[in-house]
């Protein structure tokens, strides 16, 4: 059954997807930052690891636009007349470009994909691990650490899957047949753990959310901001656990839109404070929701062992008194230099 050729396929797609996505990942993790130093906060770990992220997912998008300038990406393989037909003993330039962008996207795309999972996990590890003996903190580090297994194994597997014959994986088909493991068993696998820990990232912070004194509307509107993550797992490119004859370009045209919309959805939610204020409506009200829970979640929970005592600004002042949670803000004044709430060192 052949294959049916969606528009992802076609070069002026895959252009589009690779300029237009590393344009919006640079933009939005440029307001992250902003966002951060306006609200006077340290940059923290879910900050810095957004950088590599995007630089990787830089990685993955120049090789495929110029393999489409050069028409091995999103082009029909060229076979010569002298090969008379069989497609695993040719060894073009065409073939050869597309093995080199093959092996550099399953070597990058683990370290897209699991630095943008990380960021979620700190950011997570942020606002909800309180208790550093907690049974959040544990379970969130224990996410982290695997992550980093997940990313090294996969790294190191692509990497050696020609053993240290490293051009056998661009030489031609038969080369790579005859000297490297099977590459859509690997891919496959990666698919399949990789929506796993989408799914699992996905649902984490859902019952935190609902165990907090807050209205059924704010819980809702939270909840959406987080499960914005859930376009990551819609990626069709998962669709290979189904079937691993599918087109080079498809496959890695999908990877690059998943690591590149991952970058942009980890960075809305320290969006909020750019747009306060602003008539954007729904967009607006559930991006300011997430940063009142972030803000006053931490206050209750540390408000059953002690008195709160860190210096408040005028912002997080009305956002307290508006949730009903940090009685008391009016009282305080602002000190002279503003602290991270959520700096607990």
């Given at each position: 059954?052949?294959?049916d050729?969606?528009?992802?396929?076609?070069?002026?797609?895959?252009i589009?997807?690779?300029?237009?996505?590393?344009?919006?990942?640079?933009?939005?993790?440029?307001?992250?930052?902003?966002?951060?130093?306006?609200?006077?906060?340290?940059?923290?770990?879910?900050?810095?690891?957004?950088?590599?992220?995007?630089?990787?997912?830089?990685?993955?998008?120049?090789?495929?636009?110029?393999?489409?300038?050069?028409?091995?990406?999103?082009?029909?393989?060229?076979?010569?007349p002298?090969?008379?037909?069989?497609?695993?003993?040719?060894?073009?330039?065409?073939?050869?470009?597309?093995?080199?962008?093959?092996?550099?996207?399953?070597?990058?795309?683990?370290?897209?994909?699991?630095?943008?999972?990380?960021?979620?996990?700190?950011?997570?590890?942020?606002?909800?691990?309180?208790?550093?003996?907690?049974?959040?903190?544990?379970f969130?580090v224990?996410?982290?650490?695997?992550?980093?297994?997940?990313?090294?194994?996969?790294?190191?597997?692509?990497?050696?899957?020609c053993?240290?014959?490293?051009?056998a994986?661009?030489?031609?088909?038969i080369v790579?047949?005859?000297?490297?493991?099977?590459?859509?068993?690997?891919?496959?696998?990666?698919t399949?753990?990789?929506?796993?820990?989408d799914?699992?990232?996905?649902?984490?912070?859902?019952?935190?959310?609902?165990?907090?004194n807050?209205?059924?509307?704010k819980?809702?509107?939270?909840?959406?901001?987080?499960?914005?993550?859930?376009?990551?797992?819609?990626?069709?490119?998962?669709?290979?656990?189904?079937?691993?004859?599918?087109?080079?370009?498809?496959?890695?045209?999908?990877?690059?839109?998943?690591?590149?919309?991952?970058?942009?959805?980890?960075?809305?939610?320290?969006?909020?404070?750019?747009?306060?204020?602003?008539?954007?409506?729904?967009?607006?009200?559930?991006?300011?929701n997430?940063?009142?829970?972030?803000?006053?979640?931490?206050?209750?929970?540390?408000?059953?062992?002690?008195?709160?005592?860190?210096?408040?600004?005028?912002?997080?002042?009305?956002?307290y008194?508006?949730?009903?949670?940090?009685?008391?803000?009016?009282?305080?004044?602002?000190?002279?230099?503003?602290?991270?709430?959520?700096?607990?060192?």
């Amino acid at each position: 059954m052949a294959f049916d050729k969606g528009y992802w396929c076609a070069p002026a797609h895959v252009i589009a997807a690779g300029i237009g996505l590393f344009i919006l990942d640079i933009t939005f993790v440029t307001l992250r930052f902003v966002a951060r130093k306006k609200q006077r906060q340290t940059l923290k770990a879910d900050d810095w690891i957004v950088i590599p992220a995007t630089l990787f997912t830089l990685g993955i998008s120049i090789p495929m636009v110029y393999g489409v300038s050069q028409k091995a990406i999103g082009y029909p393989y060229e076979i010569p007349p002298e090969a008379e037909g069989n497609g695993l003993l040719v060894a073009t330039r065409q073939i050869s470009l597309a093995g080199q962008i093959q092996w550099s996207y399953y070597l990058i795309l683990p370290l897209a994909l699991g630095c943008t999972k990380m960021s979620f996990l700190f950011f997570y590890r942020r606002v909800f691990a309180i208790d550093r003996t907690g049974a959040t903190n544990i379970f969130l580090v224990g996410m982290i650490v695997f992550i980093i297994t997940w990313i090294a194994a996969f790294f190191l597997t692509s990497l050696f899957q020609c053993k240290l014959y490293f051009s056998a994986a661009w030489t031609s088909p038969i080369v790579q047949l005859e000297h490297c493991i099977s590459q859509p068993k690997v891919a496959l696998v990666l698919t399949i753990t990789d929506f796993i820990t989408d799914i699992i990232i996905l649902v984490i912070p859902i019952p935190l959310i609902w165990q907090l004194n807050l209205k059924p509307t704010k819980k809702i509107a939270v909840t959406a901001v987080f499960l914005l993550g859930v376009v990551c797992t819609l990626n069709p490119n998962k669709s290979i656990a189904k079937s691993v004859k599918v087109l080079i370009t498809s496959i890695q045209y999908w990877g690059l839109v998943e690591s590149g919309v991952a970058v942009f959805a980890a960075c809305l939610p320290t969006l909020w404070i750019l747009i306060k204020g602003w008539s954007w409506g729904p967009v607006a009200v559930v991006a300011r929701n997430l940063a009142e829970f972030s803000n006053s979640s931490l206050q209750r929970l540390r408000s059953k062992n002690s008195k709160p005592s860190i210096p408040i600004t005028d912002s997080m002042d009305r956002e307290y008194i508006k949730l009903g949670v940090y009685q008391q803000a009016k009282d305080l004044e602002p000190g002279p230099e503003q602290k991270d709430p959520f700096d607990r060192s």
